[in-house]
């Protein structure tokens, strides 16, 4: 996928840059419940980080607040500098999200939902046109343009939609469980191409998952159990902090639970 | 547990302020994606004519000799029964179809599409209004395709009429399609949508001036008269009634723009993230 095409690069940081994500003492709770507490992190520009908890750990809830679907009641949330309650439009325009649930319109074909989304964006008919074309051939799906998304498999529902969040090329995107209920193939596929995005385009991904063999050595683990922040770091260093063996173990020990869950399919 | 500076290069977009320009293609996608909802939903639209032509050529046609209209304003003349309550149909077009809206915005938050929406960097009031002139276009087309058959019918209206009558259709279509959006912010689920039907809709109806004039009312009931005179659909009613033949009904307009005003700005004040009805509903959609 190439996402640069013919965007206008405006800067490549010497000095310490602004994070692409940041955090700061953030909580939010439902009612009495507490589904954030205190949660404090960054991502910089051009990094790999994976989001990791259990179902329940508060990485939804976490997504909603950075996406201004929910307003963060306590603490500060900042997308390339812009504080996402004081400016939303500015933060919202550096954001591309893939959210857990599917939100393709099932009754309209590819090309309407991704031009709905562009449209959304500001982005005009023909640049529209460009850009789709372009971006669903990068992932073999130009023969889909006209068909239903009802009529997609569920992997290519998956791709369309990340297709669609890089559509109004973001450069910060955001991925809720985008593999949950793919196949294995799939998932090892939407992987591979986010990854490459980030090598090659230098866009900057929070990829939320409960699926330890989804994390990467390379990439930044945030790890969070119940709505608080139990760690956040590189692969080595949490498991080195943990004195655990793996990944896998490091976050047992971090969470008290049991090593999370492998995907379908695998041993 | 920090981490060390990353080497990868990266790219941030420059990004210009929205202008004009997007501002119209973002209305204008919109736009688009309902109309394309409505063509998907040939059944949404039968139905929402089938509704008031059984009105039309059932209800009015048994009740004409017993539900006798006195000349009136705006009418000039002894005028048919079909004829009093076409405005008054109209009204029911535009009543069904705000909440029609309200219902595919309860099912669009179900479902998910609501969220490709609502983090679109437009401002949040700007794309509820857009949504909810969407849903008005939507609902005039069905209103003049009414009238046409009407017209086959013999319920005629000055050519004026038809004309004068597009503004008043389209402010009582926002005030309506407004208190939908309105309600929808309020309904966690679809299945709760059917209080919809018993407690907004019908009584909305029933209880203003689309099926008998207020003098009537008046005389078989005070009580339910002066709950004609509060509900905003007898005046989205009236606007259209006297829009027909030429004339402004000005308190009507008032009244209409009044609740227009109330119902829009209660929408948005509910979709909005930091003070809206949204975020106490816990409507995330994901596990947590």
Sequence with gaps: ?267 | MTDAAHPIPHAITEHKRFGFTHYMICLKGILVREGLRYLNQRERFISSLVRPLLWLFIFAAGFRQVLGVSIIPPYQTYVLYEVYITPGLCGMILLFSGMQSSLSMVYDREMGNMRTLLVSPFPRWFLLVSKLLAGVAVSLIQVYVFLAIAWFWDVKAPFIGYLMILPALFLAGLMLGALGMFLSSMIKQLENFAGIMNFVIFPMYFASSALYPLWRVQEASPLLYKICLLNPFTYAVELVRFAFYGQIEWTSLAVVAAFTLIFLGGAIIAYDPSRGLIIRKQDTGGNS
């Design chain 1, 1 to 267: 996928m190439n996402i640069n095409a013919g965007r206008n690069v405006a800067a490549r940081h010497e000095t310490p840059p602004v994070p692409a994500l940041e955090l700061m003492s953030v909580s939010h709770s439902y009612a009495a419940r507490k589904a954030l507490d205190n949660v404090s992190f960054a991502i910089q520009p051009g990094r790999f980080a994976v989001l990791l908890g259990l179902n329940g750990a508060g990485k939804t809830t976490l997504f909603s607040l950075v996406s201004h679907l929910f307003a963060t009641g306590s603490g500060e949330i900042r997308v390339f500098g812009y504080d996402i309650s004081r400016k939303p439009g500015d933060a919202l325009r550096r954001l591309g999200i893939v959210f857990q649930a599917r939100t393709l319109d099932l009754d309209l074909t590819v090309r309407q939902n991704l031009s709905y989304h562009a449209a959304l964006h500001g982005i005009g008919a023909r640049e529209t046109r460009r850009r789709i074309e372009a971006l669903l051939e990068s992932i073999d799906m130009g023969d889909r343009l006209n068909d239903k998304a009802r009529s997609l498999s569920g992997g290519q529902m998956r791709r369309v939609e990340i297709i669609r969040a890089l559509l109004h090329r973001p450069s910060l995107l955001l991925l809720d469980e985008a593999t949950v209920g793919l196949d294995v193939n799939s998932r090892a596929t939407i992987l591979a191409d986010i990854r490459k995005l980030v090598q090659e385009e230098g866009i900057s991904v929070l990829w939320a998952t409960h699926l330890i063999d989804e994390v990467n050595d390379a990439d930044q683990v945030i790890v969070l159990d119940k709505g608080r922040l139990m760690a956040d770091g590189g692969v080595a260093n949490l498991i080195e902090a943990t004195g655990a063996g793996t990944i896998s173990e490091a976050f047992a020990r971090l969470t008290g639970s049991p090593p999370p869950p492998l995907p379908e399919g695998q041993p």
